[in-house]
């Protein structure tokens, strides 16, 4: 079952909040999703980033025995700023983005870990039977965004064909962060949709759970960058697509190519990875235009559809990233979060969503115990 604590770390010269959930299972190994939070919004971002850094210490001290699978920085200035992070999480998976959190900080972190995990390469983990690859901070070269993605897309094909996987079969989650989103969005969307065409992904197959969301890069020529998460030795049938038909469209309905969400079911759990959503209704409308309170609970209750399609709930919930476009939003949706979410694990930062008229746009990731002796376990 999923448990949510906060933790307080003051070592430092800002103090730093953890907002912790774990997943705990009888004969299995323990999961945790970590949102870290710095307050200090007046110091200056080598303190805040050094505070931050040693509250991670501490934490993965305490996680004793559990792998960091994942980390994303979510910074203010990426081009000021990530040189500087960069040795001081080295050893872990980094992901490093320009999404300004809009707690005042300059830095906020989001990580998984799981336990009993064996690192067999840059990214990669195995237990089990099961290899979890993660390829972050993908970029590749380019006129504009759409020959960025097309590269990007390649590149990662190439890369997943080479540990024996495929994007169909494997992929389980996409991140797309670009810059200038209501500029560049539409080149990623088009070379998407060719990219998975050559690739068999169709609106009669399948397509891969994403998100895609504005998010600076530190280098100005970088239109597009790219995370992606593969699991090798996962078995048809395995992945499970999440619909909510009465709520949301299919996204092929407007010219987009991702699902709106994916369960992954192992032998003693299911993970629900749900793709960034907003105040959308079954026929592809945004719903409650300019109301971003209104849209932030549409918003809550397709996510809700979404994970109850597949068996899980608010409660299982172990992570949740929240986009705003307008940071004058923030008090509102902030109250909203801590009403309705309480401790689960939330970071809100700047982050305008690919259409304008959306205030506001979430993702999460739900774990929730489940015997089935078809798969092994997790």
Known sequence: MVRHEVIEYGGGACRVTAQVASFTVENG??????????????????????????????????????????????????????????????????????????????VALWAVFCEGMERVGAGAFSHNGYTHLYDLMCEAAGADSAAQTASLLEGYESSLKAAGMTLADNCVRTWFFVRDVDVNYKGVVDARRENFVGCGLTPQTHFIASTGIEGKPDC??????????????????????????????????????????????YGDRCHSLISGTASIDNRGQVVHVGDVRRQTERMWENVEALLNEGGASADDVMSIIVYLRDMADYEVVRRMFAERWGDVPVVITLAPVCRPDWLVEMECMAVTERRDGRYRPF
């Open 220 to 265: 100005r020529d970088v239109f597009v960058r790219m995370d992606a998460y593969a699991v090798d030795g996962l078995v048809a049938g395995q992945q499970q697509y999440l619909y909510a038909k009465d709520h949301l469209n299919p996204t092929y309905e407007y010219g987009v190519t991702f699902e709106r969400g994916v369960r992954v079911d």
């Open 29 to 106: 190994v323990g999961e945790w999703h970590v949102m870290l939070h710095v307050e200090g919004a007046c110091r200056p971002f080598a303190e805040q980033a050094a505070s931050l850094s040693q509250a991670f210490g501490e934490l993965r001290a305490r996680l004793q025995g559990a792998e960091c699978v994942l980390c994303r920085l979510f910074l203010s200035d990426a081009a000021a700023q990530q040189a500087a992070l960069a040795g001081a999480f080295a050893g872990v998976p980094l992901s490093v983005i320009q999404q300004p959190p809009l707690d005042g900080s300059k």
